[in-house]
């Protein structure tokens, strides 16, 4: 099939069915959270050996877990308003190379200070490569098929937190808690130097930019085989497309309602994920839970969350938001009993783990399926970048309020009802990102004409 000398790139997309080129993007991505998930939740794994092994008052964490996630949100904040303007790949590999560097320095930490340092700085290149990743694969993906792609990568998300769980549950009791960093720094490391020569670039992005006409010929050649491609070809994308600072952009056109909306969601989700899942294996421990059944509820937590988020982007693309809000609202009182839960049998404090990681961490990815398909090409990983950059708010404060919670000697149903209340909060925010006119823009491109016909 020829094509002719004006090529919509965004209608080829919407219009192509799935192939090997873009199942590798995926798996690729896939991977790239997959790593992701295991760090963001590797020190909560450690947590309990470190304060063991430095003879420290847990409570001193929480300061360590904060500064991590506001790396994360620096990160997210300033290298997504860079990945819109110099691409999605380069600001994925420096980020993964980032955060395997100095997950890898970390072994050497032997001070909270110095520990806290490493965190940040390994929070940057977290955050710096999350949305971009995002953005980056659903740039790949036909509109009704994007929140569900990017429920695929967060199972992958989930997968590497689950599998840290167990990690660590392996490798700490033999070879101390410096071991599931030797991991999470050996590991992305080799990855970012797989990535820069299997990785490509955002297709929608390079046409939209329009200055690197042969890469985007190239990567049509993978992504569309049947397709005989002229030398002198134009590629176009038919999208807005502004100058100017992208986060202005956020508020602009009907935007502002949506966007404040999310944030808020995303703040309140976070906030009671962050706390959860930072301090829960150390507070089951606290509970009398052996820490290898401790560690392996925060692994359940995370692959509880894996499942929810597939199922509610699916449910997403195909009813809306209200699924999420329900999820939400359902994870409210999971989390309460979990508290009541610790002296029972271990079917029924890891399906409540479990179910709880459905609901709560599942409708977290169900935000991100929001933020990821809302924006169009040219803000898409500001957009994404400072939904999870404002989030972090969010999430820094959920381990620091955990830590001085936790300080007043609070029993645990209390603890696990403060984690509980901001779940609720986020119910109703993500209720109202349901309404009219904000539901009407979610996940909605403008219709895709089809392919230009060839050209005489």
Same mark, same amino acid.
């Given at each position: 099939?020829?094509?002719g000398?004006?090529?919509?790139v965004a209608?080829l997309?919407?219009?192509?069915?799935?192939?090997?080129?873009?199942?590798s993007?995926?798996?690729?991505?896939?991977?790239?959270?997959?790593?992701?998930?295991?760090?963001?939740?590797?020190?909560?794994?450690?947590?309990? $050996?470190?304060?063991k092994?430095?003879?420290?008052?847990?409570?001193?964490?929480g300061?360590?877990?904060?500064?991590?996630?506001?790396g994360?949100?620096?990160?997210a904040?300033v290298?997504?308003?860079l990945?819109?303007?110099?691409?999605?790949?380069?600001?994925?590999?420096?980020?993964?190379?980032?955060?395997?560097a100095?997950?890898?320095v970390?072994?050497?930490?032997?001070t909270?200070?110095?520990?806290?340092v490493?965190?940040?700085?390994?929070?940057?290149?977290?955050?710096?490569?999350?949305p971009s990743?995002?953005?980056?694969? /659903?740039?790949?993906? @036909?509109?009704?098929?994007?929140? %569900?792609?990017i429920?695929?990568?967060?199972?992958?998300?989930?997968?590497?937190?689950?599998?840290?769980?167990f990690i660590?549950?392996?490798?700490?009791?033999k070879f101390?808690?410096q071991?599931?960093?030797?991991?999470?720094?050996?590991v992305p490391?080799?990855?970012?130097?797989?990535?820069?020569?299997?990785?490509?670039?955002?297709?929608?992005?390079?046409?939209? %930019?329009?200055?690197? @006409?042969?890469?985007?010929?190239?990567?049509?050649?993978?992504?569309?085989?049947?397709?005989t491609?002229?030398?002198d070809a134009?590629?176009?994308?038919r999208?807005?497309?502004?100058?100017?600072?992208?986060?202005?952009?956020l508020?602009?056109?009907?935007?502002?309602?949506?966007?404040l909306?999310l944030?808020?969601?995303?703040?309140?989700?976070?906030l009671g994920?962050?706390?959860l899942?930072?301090?829960?294996?150390t507070?089951?421990?606290?509970?009398?839970v052996?820490?290898?059944?401790?560690?392996?509820?925060?692994?359940?937590?995370?692959?509880?969350g894996?499942?929810?988020?597939?199922?509610?982007?699916?449910?997403?693309?195909?009813?809306?938001?209200?699924?999420?809000?329900?999820?939400?609202a359902?994870?409210?009182?999971?989390? /309460?009993?979990i508290?009541?839960?610790?002296?029972?049998?271990?079917?029924?404090?890891m $399906?409540?783990?479990?179910?709880?990681?459905?609901?709560?961490?599942? =409708?977290q %990815?169900?935000l991100?399926?929001?933020s #990821?398909?809302?924006?169009?090409?040219?803000?898409?990983?500001?957009?994404? =970048?400072?939904?999870?950059?404002?989030?972090?708010?969010?999430?820094?404060?959920?381990?620091?309020?955990?830590g001085v919670?936790?300080?007043?000697?609070?029993?645990i149903?209390?603890?696990?009802t403060?984690?509980?209340?901001?779940?609720l909060?986020c119910?109703?925010?993500?209720?109202?990102? #349901?309404r009219?006119?904000?539901?009407?823009?979610?996940s909605?491109?403008p219709? /895709?004409?089809?392919?230009?016909?060839?050209?005489?």
């Amino acid at each position: 099939m020829a094509e002719g000398k004006t090529i919509d790139v965004a209608a080829l997309i919407e219009n192509q069915k799935g192939n090997w080129f873009r199942v590798s993007i995926v798996a690729w991505a896939c991977a790239v959270m997959l790593m992701e998930g295991y760090d963001i939740q590797v020190l909560a794994y450690a947590a309990p $050996s470190i304060i063991k092994a430095w003879q420290i008052d847990r409570s001193y964490f929480g300061p360590i877990f904060g500064f991590s996630l506001f790396g994360y949100m620096l990160g997210a904040t300033v290298f997504s308003n860079l990945a819109d303007r110099v691409g999605r790949r380069k600001i994925i590999l420096g980020g993964v190379f980032l955060f395997g560097a100095f997950n890898f320095v970390t072994v050497y930490a032997h001070t909270l200070g110095v520990l806290l340092v490493l965190r940040f700085l390994a929070g940057i290149g977290l955050g710096a490569s999350i949305p971009s990743t995002i953005a980056l694969t /659903v740039e790949y993906f @036909p509109a009704k098929a994007r929140a %569900t792609m990017i429920g695929v990568l967060f199972a992958g998300y989930t997968v590497g937190a689950t599998l840290g769980g167990f990690i660590a549950a392996s490798l700490i009791p033999k070879f101390g808690w410096q071991s599931v960093f030797y991991v999470g720094g050996i590991v992305p490391i080799a990855l970012a130097a797989v990535l820069l020569f299997t990785l490509p670039e955002s297709v929608r992005f390079l046409a939209l %930019t329009g200055n690197q @006409p042969g890469r985007v010929a190239a990567i049509l050649a993978k992504l569309r085989p049947d397709l005989t491609i002229d030398a002198d070809a134009q590629f176009m994308v038919r999208e807005e497309n502004q100058s100017g600072i992208p986060v202005k952009h956020l508020f602009t056109d009907g935007r502002a309602r949506m966007t404040l909306l999310l944030w808020f969601a995303y703040v309140t989700s976070l906030l009671g994920h962050y706390f959860l899942t930072s301090w829960m294996p150390t507070l089951l421990v606290g509970a009398g839970v052996p820490l290898a059944r401790a560690v392996i509820a925060g692994g359940l937590l995370q692959a509880g969350g894996g499942v929810g988020g597939l199922l509610l982007c699916w449910l997403l693309d195909k009813r809306g938001i209200v699924a999420v809000a329900i999820a939400f609202a359902l994870s409210a009182p999971l989390i /309460v009993l979990i508290a009541s839960s610790t002296h029972a049998s271990d079917l029924i404090l890891m $399906s409540l783990v479990f179910f709880t990681g459905t609901c709560l961490i599942g =409708g977290q %990815t169900g935000l991100n399926g929001v933020s #990821g398909t809302f924006y169009p090409t040219y803000i898409r990983s500001t957009g994404t =970048g400072w939904a999870f950059g404002v989030g972090r708010v969010g999430s820094i404060l959920g381990p620091v309020l955990g830590g001085v919670l936790i300080s007043f000697n609070l029993p645990i149903s209390i603890l696990f009802t403060c984690a509980a209340v901001p779940a609720l909060c986020c119910a109703g925010a993500t209720y109202l990102l #349901g309404r009219k006119p904000a539901a009407a823009i979610v996940s909605q491109s403008p219709a /895709v004409p089809p392919s230009p016909a060839p050209s005489a």
